[in-house]
């Protein structure tokens, strides 16, 4: 039967203005049952179908091929079975397509019915690629549905939709010879826009579509004039992009398919080469949008440069002719161009910006503090934009360090001349409340975060903490330690929240490297008795990550009316249950050289005893000067830096790291270096 069907299909005539319906090569072209399909695309037939999502049947040669994370497959829209690609905010393409084969050799078109959303409109469109070509056919207004999603709920009206059909028959504007029994049809369609701030059900889906009806026409057998017509054409077209390529090796690339083919005649190599090149210009093309990378810094530097970029006006200039150069260099191809573009945005979205930011915030530093943060600048600009080539990007991520190193040491200097009786050095901390890792150094060991959140004492679920975990009881090692410079000499107080889950959590600080200098304080388990409300009994639990001594007594201020907002926030936290926490405190901390070690660990090799949990806790460290050592000689956190400075020489040979501390071995930085009574100021790369 289907051996007849099939005579009496191929046997229909077709000519150009007349193709015949070859749909029956096309897989599930209504994506339903065959059984179910509708005579035609008119509104009546359709509608007498009664199509459901029960008909869906999407065969397995259609493929989604997306470069997006999409929704597709088989549904019911608007009254038909269809293909459905669906994304908001999308990068790269949506796609579907199915590979047909043994076709009767010939010209072929497409056409499919296609609908998108208000708004929603980009550039949808059909294919049909064989060896020879491809043709392609647009979606217009004429496929919006704009009452569709008008109640936020989707299409829910009967079909046909409100007397009028939404659904577009989309054609190919051009034929496509077949030669090889081969054709690949589908649907396509790119964001084309950035919609981050429009409403979801509405331009956010730019791009998003759904298709169905597929349909194949046959024109009719190819003459070997026509055939001869489109090996030039597609020749030419290889010809054409190869001439607007702009990265050279994959030009050349291009232009060596060209030449074989022009040797071998396998089309085969010509496609691969034209398939290249679509690739290649593809990401210029994107690189060079409005909005991107560099066409915002072509614009920035075009229109106010030094109100943009301001100290760092120089590292961006040499970032952008370092790209540009790049991209017209011999070297250039379409697969290194993220990792280059990745470069320049270190450079001018991380560096730039940490640059501006402590520029800006050194201004109002007083003298001392400022020239340090100037000078730094000044030096890590010079070694960006040595050469002809940008630095990498940990390179780059390691002056941001750097910089916002010094920034907190030059920060306690400006808070230290503005105040030297000052007791409260918590502000000496980077990131004290762990909103980020950044100023800790951390060797997980067995452990996992650092950070966590959800859990944090005034109930904030975004407010972060240093948090580690191992499921086995007792193999969690996790170290952590934070070395603070710059201090004033004297004795010291550090306080911190913290949690644990079993004994053998540690705090500490430390001040020398002997074994008495440094204080180890275990962070207590605690228990809460309660009275059983079904027992009427007694009942006493760990508090780990309930209750705990801090939420005790801030829900006693509660419930005497006595709390302020932030012990209102403790005492009902976790439905008036809290969250273990308790404040910990270190005494008697003595500095003499202006640095203190700070840090939290499980690991027993260090603090002597075993951990016997599995996880513990550390928010909000801070630091008080409860007695004032001796600070001879000695005016803030740079005064070594200063120091050598002003004297030209005054410090004794050697090597300085930026807060004046004197090093045996430099690693990459700035460094001061003192020879024969001279101060210079020295980048290790």
């Known amino acids: 039967m289907t051996e007849a069907l099939n005579k009496y299909y191929f046997s229909q005539p077709a000519d150009?203005?007349?193709?015949?319906?070859?749909?029956f090569l096309v897989p599930s072209p209504w994506f339903c049952q065959e059984s179910r399909e509708p005579a035609d695309n008119e509104m009546a037939s359709v509608a007498v179908a009664e199509l459901t999502a029960d008909d869906i049947n999407v065969n397995g040669a259609w493929v989604n091929g997306s470069t997006a994370g999409a929704t597709a497959g088989g549904y019911l829209k608007v009254g038909r079975t269809c293909y459905q690609l669906w994304a908001t905010n999308f990068a790269g393409y949506l796609d579907a397509h199915t590979e047909l084969t043994n076709l009767p050799n010939g010209i072929y078109s497409v056409s499919m019915d296609m609908i998108t959303n208000a708004n929603a409109l980009s550039d949808q469109h059909i294919y049909a690629t064989s060896t020879l070509g491809q043709a392609e056919g647009y979606m217009t207004e004429a496929g919006v549905c704009?009452?569709?999603?008008?109640?936020?709920?989707?299409?829910?009206?009967?079909y046909p939709f409100a007397g009028e059909d939404p659904w577009e028959t989309v054609t190919t504007t051009q034929t496509v010879i077949v030669v090889d029994g081969k054709l690949t049809i589908?649907?396509?369609?790119?964001h084309n826009g950035n919609c981050e701030d429009e409403d979801i059900s509405d331009a956010q889906r730019r791009g998003s579509f759904w298709f169905t009806n597929v349909t194949l026409r046959y024109h009719g057998a190819a003459t070997q004039e026509q055939i001869d017509a489109a090996i030039a054409a597609r020749l030419q077209t290889a010809q054409d992009l190869a001439a607007a390529m702009h990265f050279a090796i994959d030009k050349a690339a291009v232009n060596d398919s060209i030449a074989a083919y022009n040797e071998t005649k396998d089309f085969a190599v010509l496609n691969n080469g034209i398939a290249l090149a679509e690739t290649s210009e593809a990401k210029y093309n994107e690189i060079m949008e409005e909005g991107k990378t560099l066409p915002t810094i072509a614009a920035n530097l075009e229109s106010d440069p030094e109100?943009?970029?301001?100290?760092a006006l120089d590292v961006v200039k040499f970032a952008n002719d370092a790209t540009l150069a790049w991209i017209a260099s011999s070297g250039a191809s379409y697969q290194q161009v993220d990792s280059i573009l990745n470069v320049t945005k270190a450079y001018v979205n991380t560096y730039a910006q940490a640059a501006i930011e402590a520029s800006e915030t050194a201004a109002e530093f007083r003298a001392t503090a400022r020239q340090a943060v100037n000078t730094a600048i000044a030096a890590q600009k010079e070694r960006l934009t040595t050469g002809h080539e940008m630095l990498e990007v940990a390179v780059v991520n390691e002056l941001v360090a750097e910089l916002k190193k010094l920034m907190s040491v030059a920060s306690a200097?400006?808070?230290?001349?503005?105040?030297p009786n000052a007791t409260d050095y918590s502000g000496w901390i980077i990131n004290p409340d762990f909103a980020e890792i950044t100023g800790w150094d951390v060797i997980k060991g067995t452990g996992n975060g650092p950070l966590n959140q959800g859990q944090y004492y005034t109930g904030d679920a975004d407010h972060k903490y240093f948090d580690s975990y191992n499921g086995t009881v007792g193999e969690l090692n996790i170290y952590s330690e934070q070395v603070i410079e710059g201090l004033p000499n004297g004795t010291y107080t550090a306080r911190v929240a913290a949690r644990t889950s079993g004994e053998g959590a540690f705090l500490f600080a430390a001040t020398g490297e002997a074994k008495a200098d440094t204080i180890w304080k275990e962070i207590p388990m605690e228990t809460?008795?309660?009275?059983?409300?079904?027992?009427?009994?007694?009942?006493?639990?760990?508090?780990?990550d309930i209750y705990g001594s801090m939420w005790l007594e801030a829900f006693e201020k509660y419930n005497n009316g006595e709390a302020d907002e932030l012990e209102s926030a403790i005492a009902t936290c976790n439905g008036n249950n809290g969250r273990g926490w308790k404040w910990v405190t270190i005494e008697g901390i003595v500095v003499n050289d202006h640095r203190m070690t700070i840090g939290q660990t499980t690991d027993g090799t260090r603090s002597g005893k075993p951990f016997a949990g599995t996880w513990f806790s550390v928010v909000d460290w801070s630091l008080t000067l409860t007695a004032k050592g001796n600070n001879d000689g000695w005016n803030g956190p740079l005064t070594g830096v200063n120091s050598i400075n002003a004297a030209q020489g005054a410090a004794a040979d050697g090597i300085y790291a930026i807060d004046g501390r004197r090093v045996s071995n430099a690693a990459r930085g700035l460094y001061i270096v003192v020879r024969n009574g001279k101060a210079s100021k020295v980048i290790v790369k």
């Open 413 to 419: 200097q400006d808070a230290y001349e503005r105040n």
């Open 307 to 311: 109100g943009i970029y301001g100290v």
């Open 16 to 23: 150009l203005e007349n193709p015949a319906n070859y749909s």
């Open 528 to 544: 809460y008795t309660y009275l059983d409300p079904v027992t009427e009994k007694d009942t006493t639990v760990n508090a780990t």
């Open 186 to 190: 589908g649907a396509r369609s790119t």
């Open 146 to 158: 704009y009452d569709w999603i008008s109640d936020g709920n989707g299409y829910q009206g009967e």
